[in-house]
């Protein structure tokens, strides 16, 4: 009998439990069917009709799809706002330091063409913005980063600004012309470019045992938005060779963000090693030129005090002198 009690209230909890979570569900419903006009525009704009239904309005929180697809979309939008601010913190430790010290050129100019090509290739399948918005942003920030590296670097390499703004209104123009299925060869040549872009700049990290100007945020960023675009690519897309490319530059940018742990702060070590030792050798250079003016200062006083020697042939001509006479 007790077992059979406790089992009965048990049955009646939950009842209670059900209506009052269908009492505020109900409260809930009717407040979200009754969302203000541009609200609900903005959530149909964002997930569509039909989910916006599902989840805003009759709050169904087993849609699995719909709940799946809503992240995404949050996900992409998130990824496109921080894209278009991702390379600005490298951009200002550039012009800040005035140097472009530990970032390769070659590897900024393959990351501006495959950022390039993917927004080329996802505008023109259509695809939603919010799945490759933030291409737009770094492929302009890169082309920025590129020009003030070309523009920081050694005298020998002036010309390559001009260059460099020349070529990328070209590049543009080519990408926008060019066929489909040329393009969607150049999107599956993303990969290789991907990994070509990528392998100077750990090469010159490793070299220098250093990352230089490298941007702590933008390498974060690029982490985070290659595992969120993974994604966002599969969710909405389902494009495997734009997947494909978000894995591989995943793996890359790990690969610098492991570089920038190992060799945190030993760039500025070395700099002010080097201004020290600088700083050293020039204190040497003025203490050596300061005992040199002394021993020249001496040896001048030694020769005014110090009448100089006969020589032997004046000697010899008074000596002769006397016997003449």
């Known amino acids: 009998m007790p077992e059979n009690s406790f089992i009965e209230e048990g049955k009646e909890v939950k009842a209670r439990v059900r209506v009052v979570a269908l009492r505020s569900s109900t409260t809930m419903s009717s407040i979200t069917r009754n969302l203000p006009w541009f609200i609900r525009d903005l959530g149909v704009s964002i997930v569509g009709q039909e989910c916006y239904t599902s989840l805003v309005e009759n709050l169904d929180i087993g849609d699995v799809k719909c709940i799946k697809y809503a992240v995404s979309k949050g996900l992409g939008i998130g990824i496109v706002i921080g894209g278009s601010i991702m390379k600005v913190p490298q951009i ?18 393959l990351e501006t063409l495959s950022y390039a090509i993917t927004l080329t290739y996802s505008f023109r399948n259509s695809f939603p913005f919010t799945t490759y918005g933030e291409s737009l ?6 082309a920025l980063i590129t020009l003030l590296i ?17 070529l990328l209104p070209l590049l543009t123009l080519t990408l926008a012309l060019l066929p489909h299925p040329t393009l969607s ?9 991907s990994l070509t872009s990528k392998l100077p700049q750990i090469r010159q990290n490793a070299r ?29 897309v389902g494009d495997w060779v734009v997947m494909a490319g978000f894995a ?23 700099g002010r090693e080097r201004e020290g030792e600088g700083e ?46």
């Open 92 to 109: 200002l430790l550039i012009i800040n330091a005035r140097s472009a010290r530990g970032l390769s050129l070659s590897a900024s100019i």
């Open 137 to 142: 942003f770094l492929t302009l920030q890169n």
């Open 208 to 236: 220098a045992r250093s990352t230089g100007q490298l941007s702590t945020f933008a390498v974060l960023s690029q982490i985070a938005g290659c595992a969120a675009r993974m994604f966002t690519t599969a969710a909405e």
């Open 150 to 166: 070309t523009l920081y670097s050694p005298p020998k390499t002036l010309p390559l600004p001009l260059l460099t703004l020349l």
């Open 185 to 193: 060869t150049l999107q599956l040549l993303t990969l290789p470019l």
């Open 248 to 270: 591989v530059g995943l793996v890359l940018n790990l690969g610098v963000g492991v570089q920038m742990w190992v060799y945190w702060g030993r760039g500025q070590g070395q």
């Open 280 to 325: 050293k050798g020039h204190g040497e250079g003025e203490g050596d030129a300061a005992e040199s003016w002394k021993m020249n200062q001496q040896q001048q006083q030694q020769r005014v005090a110090t009448p100089p020697p006969r020589t032997s042939s004046a000697g010899g001509t008074r000596k002769w002198a006397r016997k003449v006479d």
